[in-house]
Every structure is written in C-alpha cells, then in structure tokens.
C-alpha cells in the first residue's frame, strides 16, 4: 500500500510551495490605464486545412481597450476591403470564410498583429500562414525489378513533396502490408531496404503508399514487381530444416557494407530540444546485426530508445552535451562495417531574461532586461510601439545598452510597448514589455474579509495581492496587536505574502495585512482556522485473486469532523466508474466475479475542502495463459518433427505445462488428440510420429488457474507408410446366444494404422484340440466378427491381427473365449436333514452340465401342514456354496425346497425335496401345551382303550397265523438311514440321488433372505391352508405321503401302533 497527502488552497488565497512564485510579474488593475498586452496569438508556422476556414488568432488587453490591424507580406492588410475577411468583435482575430468561393493559397503569407491604444503598441509573432497539400503522384512505369538471390536491393519511394510530409508506408497491391524484420525494413526517407533478397520476396509485389493528414487521402504508387535470380532451384520444404539456409540454396555469403548512409562517415545537425534521430542500413549475407556506440563517451542513459529493428538510434531532446561523433557497427559471422556520423547541436534563440513589465511612479527608474542564448549567438533588436527604437523619438529618461534599456526619472507620459526580438540562422524570439507611468495609492487585490482554513503542521501561506505606485510595502499583523509579524514561525516576502511555516492549532485567529506607499494605505483581513488533518488509518494491499473471485480493498479515513468527506476511487489514475460488480462502502471496496480487465492501480483518495490522503495498491488478476502463437515445424524426419511456439501472456500465473495436441485427415478428421505434454519453461519440443498420418498440431498452455485456448494449427506434415508395429488390444470372445460365440477387439487408431488398406485377420479354433485355425479378414473399420452354430459353452483360442498394404503386424498373442452359455442343469446330490428339532441342513453339489459360468443358486422354500401353504422365502447363494442350514420357526410344520443353479442365461432345472415329519417335536410339544387340560386327558384315555383293543386284535391275528410285515429281502441287514429313527432323526433325499459324503460347507452369513409370495404347489405337493402369524397350521394335519405308503401296501407297517394311532387321527 502506498499512501501520499497532499495540501489544497481556498477561498481565493494563493498557496504556493516555490519561492520563485513568490516574485510575481506586475498585475494592473483593469481599470486602471495601461498600454496593450498581446494574450493569445497562432503559431509561427501555421498550416491549415484547406477544405475548413481559416482562422489567424490575435488577442489583447488594455486600457483603453486596444484596436486591432494587420500587416501582411510586412504590408499593411486592409481588412475592410476584402469581403471574406473579418475581424471578430473585441478582438484581432481574423476569420476568411470560403463558403461563398475563393482559394485558400491566395491567402498564403506573412501576417502580424499590432494592438494599440493610447499608452502604446504590442505586436504579434510573424505568422506563416501554407495551406497543406496533397499532390498527386506522378504516373510513371516501373520495370521488373531483376536481382540474385542474396543480393541487397533498395526500392525507391519518392512521395510527392506535401505540406506537411505525408507518412510513408508499403503494401501490395492487394492492400496488404509488407512483413518488415531486420533483413527487409523502410527507411526514414520512405525507401524500402533488401539487406539480402531471397526467392520468396517475389511472391508479392511492393507499392508505396503516402497518408497526407490534413486532407485525410492515401495515395498510392505504381507497385514494384520482382524477378530474383537463383542458382538452385529448390522449394520451400526441402531447406526448412536446414540450418544454414543461405548455403543451402547456393547464396554467397557477403561482408556487411552500408546502404544508407553509404561511405563511412557522414554529419547531421539537430537543433537543441529536438529529437536527434540517427539510422544505419547495412546489407550482407547473413543478415547483419546493428550496434551503436559513441566515441569518447557513453550513449545518454533515459533519453534513447532503438528504431527499425535497431538500424535507428533516437535520442530525446538533445542539448549541446549530445555533440559529438556516433558510430554504428554492422556484422555478420563473416565481418563487420563500421560508419561515423558527426553529430552537431545548433540552437534556435532561447530566453535567459525575458523582459517584463515595468510599473513607475513619476520620478522612478527602472530598467528592462532581454538576454537570450542559441547557436549561433542570436542578435538582439529593441523596437518601441512595433517601431525600431533607433527609428523612434528621442526619450531623455531613456537609454539602450545592448540588451538592456534603462530608465530615469521617468514622467507621466512617456508609457509605451517595447519589444525585444533575438535572432539567429535557426529562428526567433519576440517578447512584449510595457513601462507604464502611474501615481496610485495602495490597493489590495484580494477581498477585505476573508476565512481561510487549514491543516495542522503544514506550511501555510496568506497572500497579499497588491498593486500602487509608487510600490508599497506591506506589514501582518495577527488579532490587532502592534507588533510585525516577521522571524520566528513566521516570514514575510515582498509580494505580501506571509508564510506560516508550521500551522498549530494556537495560530488560530485573526490576520491583517497593511499596505502602505506615500499616497496612502489598505488592508484587509484573513481569519485562520486550523483543522485536522485526513488520514487513511487502513487502506488497501496488493492483491493477487483468482479470474472470478471476490476481493475487497480496505479503506478507512479518519478526518476532522467539521469538514466534509468525499471518498472516491481511482483505478490506473483515472476515476473508477462502480459498475454492477462493484460495491463501495464505508470500509473499502468490494469487487464481485474479478476479471482481467480489472487489474491495476486502485487509489483511494479520501478529501475534504483543505487536504487529501490516499492509499493505493495493485490488483493483480491471475486468469488463465493466453493461446501460444505462431506455431512452426523445423528438423523433419521420417518418424519425428520439431515443434516450436511463441508463448503467450501467463497472465501472471506462470506457465506450468503445455500441451500438444494433433488431428489428421485421413481417420477422424476434426477431432483433436492429445500427443505429449511438456514443462512451462519450454517453447520447443521434438515429437515423436506415427507413419502415414497427416499430422497438424495445436498448443496449450497451462497454468494454476486452467489452460488457455489452443493455438491455431501448425502445418501439415505427412510420414510414410509402414507395416503395423502392433495388434487389437482388448480382444475377447463371448457368445451372445447358446450356438455363437461373439470376438471383439479395440481397433487401432490413426497412429497405430501405418498405411492405407487397414483389415483384421481373425482366428479361432478350440482348444486342447488338434483342429487347424479358422480365419476371416474383415475391414479396419469393424471392431467385432461373430462365430455361428458352436457348441454350448466351449472353450476356444483366439487371435486377431492387424494388417495394411505394407504388411502384417507380428504375431498376436493368443486369448481364450467362450461360446455362449446356456440353463445350467439341476444340482447334484441335493440332500435335506433335520439334525434336531430346531434346524433344517440341506446340501447339494454343483451341476453335472453347468451350461456356462455358475453365478450363484437360487433356493425357493415355504413351511407346509396338509393342504395349507405359508409364503414362498426365496435365498440367493453364490457359487461356491453348497450347504444351508435353516433355522424352524415352527416345530409342527414341514418344508418344501426348490432350488435351481444360475448362470448368466438364467436358472436351470431344479432339485426339489421336502424336510421330514417332525413326529417327537409334534408330539412333546403337543404334550407339554395341553396335558394339564381336562378334555386332552380324556381324548388321551380314549386314544389308549382303541390301542389296547388293537393290540388285542393284532395279537389274535398272529396267534392264528395270519400275514404280517416282514422285509422283502430278509438276509439284506437294515440301511444305515434306516437305524436312526431309533435315535429321533429323520433323514430324507430323493430316489435318483446318491447321498452327499462328508459335506463340509458352511453357511454364508451375508446372503440376505428373501421372501416370495409364490406358491410352492408347482414345485411339489400341497394345497390351501391356513396359518397362524407365527406360522403355525390351524387345526391338525394329515401326513400324505405316509397315507398314501400305508394304502399302497397293506403288508407293510399297518399292524404298527404309531401307524393305527395315525390312521385314527
């Protein structure tokens, strides 16, 4: 942040800081009488347009008020004469008005104003008065310029002489301009320089053009045509890469020697406070270099700048210092020219005195001084009312002594205008000065009562304007005490004016200032106020944010209260304009969605009526790089190129990447790829191709904030063609159906084709076979190629190459596929037991025909009694899971359970089965439900007479010999299954399975349970029911599938009293 404070002046009171202000040129009152003053006049050489009137300018004060005339060509002008001529009212301006006809260059001249009245004669400058020309060019036939390649060639301008000189520059004839560099550049005089041609300068044509400013007209030359001479003929492609382009195309290299200005020396004059322009123009193979240098010194550090691609050396406002000689120095690799130019300051006449008005009382001397310099020494000539003063009456109270005229006891009378003109070869001075005579008593020149207010600590200066003759002298005092105010903090000086030099708040009061000369005295009054100074306690810092952030500039003032406080806001030191982005407040500045157009100086400045502070800082806006530029290929080879960019404005975040990117023609036209990326700091990089591609480039620059916008593109450039170098990737073969098999691959793109005629060779056999290799050629454009009537689900190798005109690609890798999957068949050994009364385990094995990839099993079961059914659960396994273990909720009721394997075609066949009859869980829990009630004791009663009588039965039947149960195969020992009915358990599995040995597979705890609503009636036997919430049947049930074993054979297990206890239930 950098603060500065500044001191306003008020209330018509001068306040100055230099000393020099303090001695003032005499002012005289208006209304007082005084010889004429010249105010306003036109320039010396006065150029004007001739379309618009012309207007000569001569403005004059004085008492009376002065009468205007003109001489012209030194003849007087007579105004009144000519009718489009006038002079404006209350003034020696004149107008001549050509709406009604006539020619401005009849006009052309030397005009001068004379002001008169009765105390005396001011005159004007000599006015030139040129109307500015445009002439046409002269028609004129140009050959055909013929010149060697290498060989340097100037072709001349010559614009027609306007007024004032036309700018010169060259263009085609097609209007566009000519690309200018150090090896081809226009000169100052308009010609335009060849240091070396080369054969692409004859590509265009070159016409000189003139701009005239007045008349606002271009004009054109007849163009220049070239023909160069080669010795090789070539193009451009071939010498791109070259390093040595000159000795590539058979171009003799050549010493540099000058074109402009030719020789060795030459001498030039300037005048002092001009511009001393300096050029060199050599020629040579290769192109040379300029430098320039002074002899015996250095060049003058802050006043040169370099021109034209340094073949021109400008030097700012010379002074006589800047004589001497300069020389510039031209190589090249094969030598170097040097050429002197002597340098010469001349000087138009400059003031040292200028003469000013001088005011007498009557009796009073006085002298009036004119001293100028120049070079040469200018001449001084003293004229009085516009007349040579030798020419004039003689003045007894008068003398002239070279450049000064002295006066003594000078009388009312003898007032009048002197002039002083100082001359020499390169110009002149005129200066008016009046003597006048007066006797006035003092007046003050400022108002009587006046309050002036200022800040605390500052140097302050009260003003006492005042004008007698003879001069008076002035004395402060401060709140009426008697004593002069002069020493100390205080000091006068002979204007009037009295500086305080350190304002406290104890010089508060009230000041008067005296005037007093021999006629009399005034005074007047000036009451001081001292005020706090405005400081801003916070103000705004450097900030660096992000394009689109929010910022705030700080901006706090503390001021006196009884002032009034502007702050405003300055961006670049111009005033901000607070815009819908932009918010000011009493604490500072915010800025909303910063952009780069924001960046800059911001300024607050905080200002009252006598003082002001500021503060500023820089915002620096860090917004994405702008585009790289101008893009150029170089080193071409067959399998690389060198790319070289220009970078663009980091936008003050340093570049960190750039990125190249390519597109070609051939595959995907339009579409850009990335190539390769490259650190920030570099603007060349060697890249890596690909053959038969029609590469084109672009660039990106990166920085912190994002990346710019690409580069236009670069050139084309086309590699040979080659065999492929590589394969498809991403190959794979998988059916979509049960009979097919689907290969796919990842095409090469268009830097992997090496060559026209792009095709894939696929094959595929199968595998642990000895069959040869099928194979299909397909186009370049396809990416996939389906294998019809293959078996279900077998394994194959596979190889897909690539292949164009060139040749073939080497030989791909071999990658196994699939033909397409089927419904799996169902699992094997599926087994379901009850190991107590509270689980159900079922087991199974994967299928015998899997038909694909197994992705899981899907086991569909739900709780039975009788013909009534409870909801369908539904399990998802996954594939390497072959055991579930079920926990009962309900100890009366069986399972019926479907369960189906997966594959990606769906689910296969299934393996159904059904938990066994849960006789001891029915009955203890039968038992220990009811055996307290009344009634279940007597239906048990019952239940025990009809066993007895039973047995009773059986036993008569098998006294008298009659049929009972035996087994079929009597020799055959009982099935291990069947003996664990003794110890409770049941043990279910179907016919056609074998059981599972061993099964060791666990539970897979994070398989979710699912619930089906599906009836399980298709998957086995069953029919309506009803249950209760927990599950349970309603009512009693009847076990099917024992009813229908018991009906089907009357031999078996009828005589047993479980099963006459079942019947009768």
Known sequence: MVMQRYLLTYVGVVLTLYLHHFIRAIEVPR????????????????????????????????????????????????????????????????????????????????????????????????IVLQVSKSPLWPKENLDIQEVHEGAP??????????????????????????????????????????????????????????????????????????????????????????????????????????????????????????????????????????????????????????????????????????????????????GSSRHTVSVRVKAAPYWLDEPENLVLAPGEGGRLICR?????????????????????????????????????????????????????????????????????????????????????????????????????????????????????????????????????????????????????KAEIQVRLEVKDPTRITTGPTDTVPKKGSTIHLSCRVKYDPTLKL??????????????NRMKKDEDGLTIYGVSEKDQGYYTCVASTELDRDTARAHLTVLARPERPRDL????????????????????????????????????????????????????????????????????IAVNEVGSSYPSLPSERYQTNGARPEINPTGVQGSGTSKNNMVISWMPLNATQAYGPKLKYVVKWRRRDTRESWSN??????????????????????????????????????????????????APRYFKIRQPNLETITLEWEHPEHPNGILIGYTLRYQAFNGSKTGRTILENFSPNQTKFLLQRTDPIS?????????????????????????????????????ATQGWFIGLMCAIALLVLILLIVCFIKRSRGGKYPVRENKDVPLDPDDQKVDNGSFDYSDEDNKPLQGSQTSLDGTIKQQESDDSLVDYGEGGEGQFNEDGSFIGQYTVKKDKEETEGNESSEATSPVNAIYSLA
């Open 632 to 699: 150029e290929l170089t080193d071409l080879a067959e399998r690389s190129v060198r790319l070289t960019w220009i970078p663009g404005d980091d936008n003050n975040s340093p570049i960190t990447d750039y990125i190249v990117e390519f597109e070609e023609d051939k595959f995907q036209p339009g579409v850009w790829h990335n190539h390769s990326r490259y650190p920030g700091s570099v603007n060349s990089a060697v890249l890596r191709l690909a053959p038969y591609v029609n590469y084109q480039f672009r660039v």
């Open 31 to 126: 209304d007082l009488s005084q010889p004429p003053t010249i105010t306003k006049q036109s320039v010396k050489n006065y150029i004007v347009d001739p379309r618009d009137n012309i207007i000569i300018e001569c403005e004059a004060k004085g008492n009376p008020f002065p009468i205007f005339t003109w001489t012209r060509n030194g003849k007087f002008f007579n105004v009144a004469k000519d009718p489009r001529v006038s002079m404006r009212r209350k003034s020696g301006t004149l107008s001549i008005d050509f709406r009604s006809g006539g020619r401005p260059e009849d006009y052309e001249g030397e005009y001068q104003c004379f002001a008169r009245n009765d105390f005396g004669t001011a005159i004007s400058n000599k």
């Open 153 to 334: 060639l100037i072709l001349a301008c010559n614009p027609p002489p306007g007024l004032p000189p036309p700018a010169i520059f060259w263009m085609s004839s097609s209007m566009e301009s000519i690309h200018q560099d150090k090896r081809v550049s226009q000169g100052q005089n308009g010609d335009l320089y060849f240091s070396n041609v080369m054969q692409e300068d004859a590509l265009t044509d070159y016409s000189c053009n003139a701009r005239f400013a007045f008349t606002h007209t271009i004009q054109q030359k007849n163009p220049y045509t070239l023909k160069v001479l080669t010795k090789h003929p070539h193009n451009e492609t071939s010498f791109r890469n070259h390093t040595d382009i000159y000795s590539a195309r058979g171009v003799t290299e050549r010493h540099p020697s000058f074109m402009y200005p030719t020789g060795t020396s030459s001498s030039q004059m300037v005048l002092r406070g001009e511009d001393l322009l300096l050029e060199c123009i050599a020629s040579g193979v290769p192109t040379p270099d300029i430098n320039w240098h002074k002899r015996g010194g250095e060049l003058p550090v802050g006043r040169i700048s370099y021109e034209n691609f340094r073949k021109a050396l400008r030097i700012a406002n010379v002074s006589e210092e800047d004589s001497g000689e300069y020389f510039c120095l031209a190589s090249n690799k094969v």
């Open 372 to 520: 100028a310099n120049g070079n040469p020494k200018p001449s001084i000539q003293w004229l009085v009312n516009g007349e040579p003063i030798e020419s004039s009456l003689p003045n007894p109270s008068r003398e002239v002594n070279g450049d000064t005229v002295m006066f003594r006891d000078a009388q009312i009378g003898s007032s009048a205008v002197y002039q002083c003109n100082a001359s020499n070869d390169h110009g002149y001075l005129l200066a008016n000065a009046f003597v006048s005579v007066l006797d006035v008593s003092p007046r003050i020149l400022a108002s009587r009562n006046q309050l002036m207010k200022v800040i605390q600590n500052n140097r302050t200066l009260l003003d006492c304007p005042f004008f007698g003759s003879p001069i008076p002298t002035t004395r402060w005092f401060k709140n009426g005490q008697g004593n002069t105010l002069d020493g100390g903090n205080y000091r006068m000086y002979e204007n009037g004016t009295l500086e305080i030099i350190r304002a406290r708040k104890e010089d508060q009061g009230t000041y008067t200032c005296v005037a007093t000369n021999i006629l009399g």
């Open 894 to 930: 069986r399972y019926r359970f479907d369960l189906r394997s997966r594959t990606q075609i769906g689910e296969g066949e299934p393996a159904k089965g059904e938990s066994p009859s849960p006789l001891n869980e029915a009955y203890s829990k039968n038992q220990g439900d009811i």
């Open 566 to 579: 502007t702050v405003t806001w300055l961006k670049d030191d111009s005033t901000l304009y607070i815009g």
């Open 776 to 825: 299909v050629t397909v186009n370049g454009d396809v990416s996939k190629y389906t294998v019809t009537q293959t078996p279900t689900y077998v394994t194959y190798e596979i190889k897909v190459q690539a292949e164009n005109e060139f040749g073939r690609a080497p030989e791909p890798d071999v990658v196994i596929g699939y033909s397409g999957e089927d419904l799996p068949s």
